[in-house]
């Protein structure tokens, strides 16, 4: 995996549902720059350049991250709490995309901060079209201030 | 007239009970003691004044025996002084006519001793034919006395001595004293004294001392004409005396004072005697006593008001406690209790109030514990009942979401290599999986139904029910249903949740009409006496009554999968929403006739 230049990290747990994401981001190709990692803590090890990922400079930073709700070790209210609450990586816009249409899950996610949540249509078509989308906004609509390292 | 009297009388009764008992009490003793005074009083001031009068009859009727006596007796003294001078020799000589120097002498010397003081004014004597022979009077007076008028009138019989009527001269009372001189059996000549009636002064510091102060004494003649006071003449008493015996007499005296008097004749002359005591002297004991009663029985009411009051507030203040802690435990505080200090039926009731707290306040613990208890199952098993639904939509989506993914890359990746048949079937995998997320989606909702909150507002039913339709028919041809809505009057619900309704029962209206060549959908209101009833009317394939009780399970379809899309799960949906509203929904319907959905919710008071 190129750790060089990520464009996307993806958080999920189903590697079914995270080839279907890179499936759909392949087909406008999105998907060249994007890491696919299985729960929060390595997102977490990625992101502060810990654990496995203890080599990583902690300047290159994602243009977005995909998190799961449901998780093993640490779920994505965990991850999205701590990304949030840290400077280096407070500004990177983070999306949930889950199952879960909850409201309450909603809610919390919305108080920690989070850029945007979308429940996963259980449709082909439409979870396509979602995932298309929501590559298409944020990784070319959307713009993005410069991101200075805080690390001194 | 006498409906007025019964509802005083009942009026009167109420606000007898409207009083307290504290107040109740008193009154009736009060009421009770004040007859029971005025009742005695009365009567035994009835006794005394009869006791009174009594005993004054008792005194007048002696004092007047005893004067009269004393009268008699002073008369009878003059009597006999009266007779011995004419029984005298030479009185008898002188009227015969024997008028020698010394008869004359001894007879004008008698005469003059008979005018023992000033009182006796005159001493005259006549012959037989009323000559007058010698004559006695003081010197140098005059009097108006007529001797010979008495002798005419009385003609006095042989040896008879007998005093005369009183007469009034002037201002003066004089009487007479008549004798006959009577030799050998006849008479010869009279004797006539006269006195005037004036008691001195001594006299009558005596009888008044005798009497008392306030009794007054009168002496007149018994046929009533002159009567006097021992001073003067005065008015004849408003009495007619019998000459035999002693009376009592009641009369008003001088205009305005009553008296009660007595009467007797006085023996020895045709006077009588009469004594007036006033009546309100004789009434002065029975007064005194009245005002004694009144004192005596106005300080036994209020002794006995003030009892009552005690024994009244001793009996009310242990109930008034009773009361206000029975008040504070209606209000919902069961740690009440009522001091008991006594042995009596107020505190057996003090004490069988505290053991029935006691026991409420602990039934009320229990019930409380037990609220609690079931509220902390309930909240388990809601908890339970989240997590499972959380993971039935994050957990069985997955996978459906592979199925229908996976499926639609192998069309799409080996388009070439799968035959139309494959291709079938992939599609069928595809629409499986959808159907059964949109199956997983509506449970949830469902089960999530029970856990909700309502928000409770006014909602424009009219306007909510357009909007559904609207919406509803927005991906139908234009003008291939015809819409009536009727005017709705606003209802008191959760707008979501009724807005559900609608969409669910216009959306059914739309659908199961759709084969109908002329669909026609009718939404109003009917007016009901305790709920506000809402409807939905369709003119498509309606159903057979018979299953109409299938039509709100979940799950429960009465029309296949192939006539009509759905999942049969919205009219139970519907059904749950109303039912929280405290609604309710019923149907009418028949085969091939169309149907309506009558829904009905509770009324706001501030809309009819």
Not at chain 2, 41 to 65: C, F, H, I, N, P
Not at chain 2, 430 to 445: C, F, T, Y
């Given at each position: 995996m190129n750790n060089q230049e990520v464009e996307i990290l993806l958080v999920e747990d189903s590697q079914d549902d995270a080839e279907l994401v890179i499936r759909a981001l392949r087909k406008i190709n999105l998907a060249n720059k994007l890491i696919h990692l299985e729960d929060g803590q390595q997102a977490l090890d990625f992101l502060f350049a810990e654990g496995m990922f203890s080599g990583r400079k902690l300047m290159e930073r994602p243009k977005l991250i995909v998190l799961d709700l449901k998780m093993p070790r640490v779920d994505g209210i965990e991850t999205l709490k701590r990304i949030k609450s840290d400077e280096r990586t407070r500004l990177i816009p983070v999306v949930m995309m889950t199952s879960s249409a909850e409201e309450k899950d909603m809610l919390i996610s919305y108080q920690l901060g989070i850029n945007s949540y979308v429940v996963k249509p259980v449709g082909f078509e439409n979870f396509v079209k979602a995932v298309t989308g929501l590559g298409i906004y944020w990784l070319l609509v959307n713009t993005l201030p410069e991101l200075n390292d805080g690390e001194s | 007239m006498a409906m007025n009297v019964t509802a005083a009388a009942r009026k009167k009764i109420l606000f007898f009970r409207v009083l307290s008992i504290q107040q109740r009490?008193?009154?009736?003793?009060?009421?009770?003691?004040?007859?029971?005074?005025?009742?005695?009083?009365?009567?035994?001031?009835?006794?005394?004044?009869?006791?009174?009068?009594?005993?004054?009859?008792?005194?007048?009727?002696?004092?007047?025996?005893?004067l009269s006596y004393l009268f008699g007796q002073s008369g009878s003294l003059v009597l006999s002084a009266t007779s011995a001078t004419v029984d005298n020799e030479n009185i008898k000589k002188f009227v015969n006519g024997d008028r020698a120097g010394i008869v004359a002498d001894s007879a004008r010397q008698l005469l003059d001793n008979l005018r023992i003081d000033s009182t006796w004014i005159l001493t005259e004597l006549f012959d037989a034919r009323h000559q007058l022979l010698l004559r006695s009077s003081p010197p140098g007076k005059t009097t108006k006395v007529n001797s010979r008028e008495i002798l005419s009138a009385v003609n006095p019989a042989p040896h008879s001595c007998q005093i005369g009527k009183l007469l009034r001269i002037g201002d003066s009372i004089y009487y007479p004293i008549i004798a006959a001189v009577t030799d050998k059996g006849n008479v010869t000549g009279y004797l006539a004294r006269w006195r005037l009636q004036a008691a001195t002064l001594k006299a009558i510091a005596q009888v008044s001392l005798l009497l008392g102060t306030n009794a007054t004494l009168y002496v007149g003649n018994s046929d009533g004409s002159v009567w006097t006071n021992l001073i003067g003449?005065?008015?004849?008493?408003?009495?007619?005396?019998?000459?035999?015996?002693?009376?009592?007499?009641?009369?008003?005296?001088?205009?305005?004072?009553?008296?009660?008097?007595?009467?007797?004749?006085?023996?020895?002359?045709?006077?009588?005697?009469?004594?007036?005591?006033?009546?309100?002297?004789?009434?002065e004991t029975s007064r005194r006593f009245l005002h004694w009663i009144i004192g005596i029985g106005a300080a036994l009411v209020l002794f006995g008001i003030l009892l009552a009051w005690i024994t009244s507030r001793?009996?009310?203040?242990?109930?008034?406690?009773?009361?206000?802690?029975?008040?504070?435990?209606?209000?919902?505080?069961?740690?009440?209790?009522?001091?008991?200090?006594?042995?009596?039926?107020?505190?057996?009731?003090?004490?069988?109030?505290?053991?029935?707290?006691?026991?409420?306040?602990?039934?009320?613990?229990?019930?409380?514990?037990?609220?609690?208890?079931?509220?902390?199952?309930?909240?388990?098993?809601?908890?339970?009942?989240?997590?499972?639904?959380?993971?039935?939509?994050?957990?069985?989506?997955?996978?459906?979401?592979?199925?229908?993914?996976?499926a639609a890359i192998l069309k799409e990746d080996y388009a070439s290599k799968l035959d139309a048949?494959?291709?079938?079937?992939?599609?069928?995998?595809?629409?499986?999986?959808?159907?059964?997320?949109?199956?997983?989606?509506?449970?949830?909702?469902?089960?999530?139904?029970?856990?909700?909150?309502?928000?409770?507002?006014?909602?424009?039913?009219?306007?909510?029910?357009?909007?559904?339709?609207?919406?509803?028919?927005?991906?139908?041809?234009?003008?291939?249903?015809?819409?009536?809505?009727?005017?709705?009057?606003?209802?008191?619900?959760?707008?979501?949740?009724?807005?559900?309704?609608?969409?669910?029962?216009?959306?059914?209206?739309?659908?199961?009409?759709?084969?109908?060549?002329?669909?026609?959908?009718?939404?109003?209101?009917?007016?009901?006496?305790?709920?506000?009833?809402?409807?939905?009317?369709?003119?498509?394939?309606?159903?057979?009554?018979?299953?109409?009780?299938?039509?709100?399970g979940v799950f429960q379809r009465l029309h296949g999968q192939n006539e009509f899309e759905g999942l049969g799960i919205g009219l139970a949906l519907v059904k749950r929403i109303l039912n929280r509203h405290h609604g309710d929904i019923s149907v009418e319907a028949a085969l091939g006739k169309g149907a309506v959905f009558y829904f009905s919710l509770p009324k706001i008071k501030d809309h009819e």
């Open positions: - | 009490l008193p009154l009736l003793i009060c009421v009770l003691l004040l007859c029971m005074a005025v009742a005695l009083g009365w009567l035994s001031q009835v006794g005394v004044k009869r006791a009174s009068v009594d005993m004054a009859k008792e005194r007048l009727g002696s004092l007047t025996a005893q003449p005065v008015p004849a008493p408003p009495v007619t005396i019998q000459y035999d015996k002693q009376d009592f007499f009641e009369y008003e005296r001088q205009g305005d004072s009553a008296v009660l008097a007595s009467a007797m004749p006085i023996p020895n002359a045709p006077w009588s005697l009469l004594i007036e005591f006033p009546r309100g002297m004789i009434m001793n009996i009310t203040r242990p109930l008034n406690k009773l009361t206000r802690a029975a008040t504070k435990m209606a209000a919902g505080d069961y740690s009440v209790s009522v001091e008991v200090e006594r042995g009596d039926e107020l505190g057996k009731l003090a004490r069988a109030f505290n053991a029935m707290t006691v026991r409420v306040k602990n039934a009320q613990d229990d019930l409380e514990r037990k609220v609690q208890e079931r509220t902390m199952q309930l909240n388990t098993a809601n908890k339970e009942l989240e997590g499972f639904s959380y993971s039935v939509s994050h957990d069985l989506r997955a996978p459906l979401r592979s199925i229908s993914g996976f048949e494959a291709n079938r079937l992939a599609d069928k995998i595809i629409s499986n999986a959808k159907k059964m997320g949109q199956l997983i989606d509506d449970l949830i909702s469902f089960s999530q139904m029970s856990g909700k909150e309502l928000k409770q507002q006014p909602v424009n039913m009219e306007a909510l029910a357009k909007s559904c339709a609207s919406e509803l028919l927005q991906h139908e041809p234009e003008n291939k249903y015809q819409l009536q809505v009727q005017p709705m009057p606003v209802c008191l619900g959760d707008e979501a949740l009724l807005r559900q309704v609608w969409f669910n029962l216009i959306g059914n209206a739309i659908k199961y009409s759709s084969k109908n060549p002329a669909p026609r959908i009718e939404i109003g209101y009917k007016k009901e006496a305790t709920a506000s009833c809402y409807f939905v009317r369709d003119n498509g394939v309606g159903f057979d009554m018979q299953y109409g009780h299938k039509l709100f």
